[in-house]
């Protein structure tokens, strides 16, 4: 089975531009996460879906972050606009409704200068 | 905040067998304590989850001490692959939603 896909991998941007990333879960899973990872610290969660509506954004900046999952399968998290501190890898991971374990994908790291 | 301790680094000898603990001291009753990986440049990897029991899989044991406060992970039989940082994860349960409450893991060595 195919894994969860993210694009693009590495990003490069200067502070105050925009950036979004794309995340494809996997077939059939109903849950979609959006984590960030700032180097030498574990995962925070972003905003988690349930098939097109959102469940918790309760840590999404969202006076600069905003994300969307229109159909309930794939998924886009927009940064606008970005600052420094938001260096990081961005994760997307998904479950099955109601499911133990999540799956990651590869993650996008984004570098602000 | 995370509600789980883990030492920052922890060596071990390819083939032995590697035990990662964690502290989780004020884990909740309906709380499970959860175990994922992160090898170099990759996601996360689920590895196990537990509430009470014991549990294991084909990849590892999770002990879960009888107070609940404090658990650990067995790798029975390291290999160099098994290098990565282990993350003890209490998943917690919000108002609408579980949520995985991350620390800042435990950087495992494997070493020939």
């Known amino acids: 089975e195919a894994g969860v896909a993210q694009s693009p991998r590495y990003k490069i941007i200067e502070k105050r531009q925009s950036v979004a990333f794309w995340c494809n879960p996997i077939?059939?899973?109903?849950?979609l996460y959006w984590y960030q990872q700032i180097l030498g610290q574990g995962p925070k969660l972003l905003i988690q879906?349930?098939?097109?509506?959102?469940?918790?954004d309760s840590q999404l900046p969202k006076d600069r972050f905003s994300a969307e999952r229109l159909k309930g399968v794939d998924s886009t998290l927009k940064i606008q606009p970005a600052k420094l501190e938001d260096s990081a890898v961005y994760l997307c991971?998904?479950?099955?409704?109601?499911?133990?374990?999540?799956?990651f994908g590869q993650g996008t790291r984004l570098t602000v200068v | 905040d995370a509600k789980t301790t883990q030492p920052p680094s922890m060596d071990c000898a390819e083939g032995r067998a590697a035990n990662l603990p964690c502290n989780h001291s004020?884990?909740?009753?309906?709380?499970?304590v959860y175990w994922y990986r992160q090898i170099h440049s990759q996601g996360p990897q689920y590895i196990i989850h537990g509430l009470k029991n014991n549990e294991t899989n084909e990849m590892a044991s999770l002990i879960i001490t009888e107070d609940r406060k404090s658990s650990t992970l067995i790798l029975p039989h390291a290999t160099l692959r098994d290098t990565a940082v282990y993350y003890c994860i209490v998943r917690v349960t919000g108002r609408s939603n579980y949520q995985l409450i991350w620390g800042a893991g435990t950087k495992l060595i494997i070493k020939p």
């Open positions: 004020t884990i909740s009753g309906n709380e499970y």
């Open positions: 991971a998904s479950s099955q409704a109601g499911g133990t374990e999540a799956f």
């Open positions: 879906f349930q098939n097109n509506g959102v469940v918790d």
């Open positions: 077939s059939g899973h109903a849950t």
